[in-house]
């Protein structure tokens, strides 16, 4: 609130930031920590769960977001972002819609890729194998688990479909929370999970002047190979 006869308050000019780099000079120089072979735990699920615990008590956002790679019958390949929700003795567990692009491209090639990346600690991990949808059993216990609205959200969208627009999606929705007007929402047969059965890991620890550290385990047998690859 100004003083009566003060003279006008001058507001500052904005300073005006530094313009953004170019696209070739973004880069960031790593240097947390290292990663040997001889440090690692000999079985890779325990290596995940560590690092996996790490990024969890580091607050990294969603540390359970994992890229997942596919490809069609012709070999074209396609990525996006989904959750892990499980890890058991034989791999990693996501769940969606089997009728999606996605789903389709499972069908067409079981076989898939998935990368977690949690740069607050300088880390990724890339994990390559075999996909397998998991039993009915599975699915509907982690279905019980999912808000109401997601599921009811699950019956709603075709997803990977074309739409007209966002009205009739909402409208499909809309749809659902009559149908459903509780919280016992049956899960649709064309939803459920898929498990990723590990043939080949790679632990990526971000190192200074990208000389970076990368432990890879190869599947032999019954066991895992440890080795290192270059950066």
Same mark, same amino acid.
């Given at each position: 609130?100004?003083?009566?006869?003060? *003279?006008?308050? =001058?507001?500052?000019?904005?300073?005006?930031? +530094?313009?953004?780099?170019?696209?070739?000079? @973004?880069?960031?120089?790593?240097?947390?920590?290292?990663?040997?072979?001889?440090?690692?735990?000999?079985?890779?699920?325990?290596?995940?769960? %560590?690092?996996?615990?790490?990024?969890?008590?580091?607050? !990294?956002?969603?540390?359970?977001?994992?890229?997942?790679?596919?490809?069609?019958?012709? &070999? =074209? *390949?396609?990525?996006?972002? !989904?959750?892990?929700?499980?890890?058991?003795?034989?791999?990693? @567990?996501?769940?969606?819609?089997?009728?999606?692009?996605?789903?389709?491209?499972?069908?067409?090639?079981?076989?898939?890729? @998935?990368?977690?990346?949690?740069?607050?600690?300088?880390?990724? !991990?890339?994990?390559?194998?075999?996909?397998? %949808?998991? $039993?009915?059993?599975?699915?509907?216990?982690? #279905? /019980?688990?999912?808000?109401?609205?997601?599921?009811?959200?699950?019956?709603?969208?075709?997803?990977?479909?074309?739409?007209?627009?966002?009205?009739? @999606?909402?409208? =499909?929705?809309?749809? &659902?929370?009559? /149908?459903? *007007?509780?919280? $016992?929402?049956?899960?649709?047969?064309?939803?459920? &999970?898929?498990?990723?059965?590990?043939?080949?890991? +790679?632990? #990526?620890?971000?190192?200074?002047?990208?000389?970076?550290?990368?432990?890879?385990?190869? =599947?032999?047998?019954? &066991?895992?190979?440890?080795?290192?690859?270059?950066?």
């Amino acid at each position: 609130m100004g003083v009566e006869g003060a *003279p006008p308050t =001058r507001l500052a000019a904005p300073r005006m930031s +530094e313009p953004p780099a170019k696209l070739a000079d @973004l880069r960031t120089d790593y240097k947390q920590a290292s990663l040997d072979e001889c440090d690692v735990a000999r079985d890779p699920f325990v290596q995940f769960a %560590q690092w996996f615990d790490a990024a969890r008590a580091s607050r !990294v956002p969603e540390p359970n977001a994992m890229t997942l790679a596919t490809a069609d019958a012709a &070999g =074209r *390949p396609a990525a996006r972002i !989904v959750l892990l929700k499980e890890v058991d003795p034989r791999g990693f @567990l996501f769940y969606t819609n089997y009728d999606s692009r996605k789903g389709r491209e499972l069908l067409a090639r079981p076989a898939a890729a @998935l990368l977690f990346f949690w740069p607050e600690l300088e880390r990724q !991990v890339r994990i390559e194998g075999t996909v397998e %949808q998991v $039993d009915g059993a599975t699915a509907d216990a982690y #279905w /019980r688990t999912r808000p109401r609205l997601s599921r009811i959200g699950a019956w709603a969208s075709p997803q990977s479909a074309p739409l007209r627009n966002r009205a009739a @999606l909402e409208a =499909r929705f809309a749809e &659902g929370e009559r /149908r459903f *007007p509780g919280e $016992d929402v049956d899960r649709p047969a064309r939803w459920g &999970g898929y498990r990723l059965v590990p043939g080949a890991f +790679e632990f #990526w620890q971000g190192r200074a002047s990208r000389l970076h550290d990368r432990i890879v385990y190869e =599947r032999v047998g019954e &066991g895992w190979r440890i080795g290192r690859l270059a950066p």
